[in-house]
């Protein structure tokens, strides 16, 4: 089986993108994994700090090992949006595929000493164990969590987004190995409408950095945004609040209709195969398949 890199790097060249999908729990892994087994296409599962603290570091790496080793299957762990070197060295030790440390809200200089710490340290890691740890940092204002809301959040604009010149300066710094810029995307989903990707951005960072970029944020854009991003040079898009709301409203709308049962695996089969049939959309949409 290829490497996580290898997998993202082929998608570069076939001109495609990896899905990245959050999980709070087991039934959000179920749903996700089947959805790419069913595609036969790889998977990257993510938790942020406040997911893997809810199910737990060690539990997470176990979880996803097992299912790699079992099916031979390119499923991947991602520990997404850690704020600190503290938390991403957690995800690194307790044996995380990859860790993105987002630092946008410190000066750009202190962003590029922590990150840089947080990429010799992985790279310290993965040589002493043998494995790949890939190191991926956030750039620019893109919001904060996944979550519905009402309007655009303040600073996320045309004119805050990530330039080449900041880009390249930011990955020649720090050598991390994935980049997520500001293109106009925007973490969780925008009641009136999420704000529309700039492709022609995406491009120009690219050429700029020349390493795998990152689309954080992807909940509610436009299929075709999608599309252009994706030609221009995204290799991975992350969805979480899609999950969330799929699974959220399902759930509500089972115990509904199962006022009397408390039986779990009885009345969670339903937001089971709503994040399913979400995931299959996505990757559907990403690989390029009709």
Do not use: W
Not at 19 to 26: E, Q, R
Not at 160 to 170: G, Q, S, V
């Amino acid at each position: 089986m290829k490497t996580y890199k290898e997998y993202v790097l082929e998608a570069d060249e076939k001109g495609i993108a990896i899905g990245h999908f959050n999980i709070s729990n087991l039934e959000q892994l179920h749903a996700i994994y089947n959805a790419a087994k069913k595609l036969n296409v790889p998977i990257i599962i993510g938790l942020a700090e406040g997911e893997a603290k809810f199910v737990g570091l060690t539990e997470a790496v176990a979880l996803i090992r097992a299912l790699r080793a079992r099916d031979n299957y390119p499923i991947f762990l991602n520990a997404d949006h850690h704020y600190s070197f503290e938390a991403a060295k957690a995800a690194i030790d307790a044996g995380f595929d990859s860790v993105v440390i987002d630092l946008v809200k410190l000066p750009l200089e202190e962003n590029i000493k922590i990150t840089k710490q947080c990429v010799e340290y992985a790279r310290e890691v993965a040589k002493k164990e043998n494995r790949e740890i890939l190191v991926e940092a956030e750039l620019g204002f893109i919001g904060v969590g996944s979550n519905i809301l009402e309007k655009i959040p303040d600073g996320v604009s045309e004119a805050t987004m990530t330039t080449p010149e900041d880009a390249k300066r930011f990955v020649d710094s720090t050598g991390v190995d994935l980049l997520a810029p500001s293109i106009g995307n925007v973490h969780g989903m925008v009641k009136s409408g999420n704000p529309r990707l700039h492709p022609e951005r995406v491009k120009a960072i690219r050429e700029a950095t020349g390493i795998p970029l990152v689309l954080h944020g992807g909940s509610g854009s436009m299929d075709e945004d999608f599309i252009g991003c994706i030609k221009a040079g995204i290799d991975i898009i992350h969805i979480n609040t899609e999950i969330r709301v799929a699974f959220t409203s399902a759930l509500r709308k089972s115990l509904a209709n199962l006022p009397e049962e408390i039986t779990p695996y009885k009345y969670l089969p339903p937001a089971v195969e709503a994040v399913q049939a979400v995931v299959e959309a996505r990757l559907k949409l990403f690989s390029g398949m009709k």
